[in-house]
């Protein structure tokens, strides 16, 4: 199946500071990515949709300046946590549909990123 | 609007038991349905999907699901469950276009 690599798998930062997250599909061109959050022990909440070339669009209750998403291109999408504080711990994990699969095509997930923030 | 139910957040098998995971799902259109599996901190692997097509879906490691229209529900099966299969598995709804709607999950046990 199609490839989605997330980079950092885990990152540590002190309080404050900003994180990048990065998203590539690997073997396949992708014009939405969908960025999750997974607390521990709970399913995945859909944070964001990135789209290329365009802006972000957000779910109701995400703070669009807190998470910063990017999609330069249709391979790379990038998630930007601000200022980010212990709340912002989390798992992170972002997908993206293969353009071949149409409507009906799955998700390929990335392996997700561990937020720790001290 | 599309919805996910998981019955049992948890479940435990005796290796070699049958694998029953349910859910149940809400769409108020056809709706495409999907489960994954989840090993700890990691992405998510598709297992199977239904797309209209037959409603008993085949999917990799021996697990299949039957799409039932009439209980709108999508339990996923395994014949024999082996100590490889423990993990968590969640079932997600599709609209069809862009947004997903995951189940809470369902964290699979298989004891020795």
């Known amino acids: 199946g199609a490839v989605v690599s997330q980079h950092p798998s885990r990152v540590i930062c002190k309080s404050g500071t900003s994180v990048k997250i990065e998203c590539r599909s690997l073997?396949?061109?992708?014009?939405?990515m969908f960025w999750y959050r997974q607390f521990p022990k709970q399913s995945l909440m859909l944070m964001a949709t990135s789209n290329e070339g365009s802006k972000a669009t957000y779910e109701q209750g995400v703070e669009k300046d807190k998470f910063l998403i990017n999609h330069a291109s249709l391979t790379l999408s990038t998630l930007t946590v601000t200022s980010a504080h212990p709340e912002d711990s989390s798992f992170y994990i972002c997908s993206a549909r293969s353009l071949a699969g149409g409507n009906t095509g799955e998700l390929f997930f990335g392996e997700g990123s561990r937020l720790t923030v001290l | 609007a599309q919805s996910v139910t998981q019955l049992g957040s948890h479940v435990s098998v005796s290796e070699g038991a049958l694998v029953l995971l349910r859910c149940n799902y809400s769409?108020?259109?056809?709706?495409?349905l999907f489960w994954y599996v989840q090993y700890p901190n990691q992405g998510l692997q598709l297992l199977l999907k239904y797309t209209s097509a037959a409603t008993l879906v085949k999917g990799i490691n021996g697990f299949e699901a039957e799409f039932k229209k009439s209980e709108t529900s999508f339990h996923l099966t395994k014949p024999s469950a082996h100590m490889s299969d423990a993990a968590e598995y969640f079932c997600a709804v599709s609209d069809g276009f862009n947004k997903f709607y995951f189940g809470s999950g369902t964290k699979l046990n298989v004891k020795p």
């Open positions: 073997d396949f061109q992708a014009t939405t």
């Open positions: 769409s108020s259109v056809p709706p495409y």
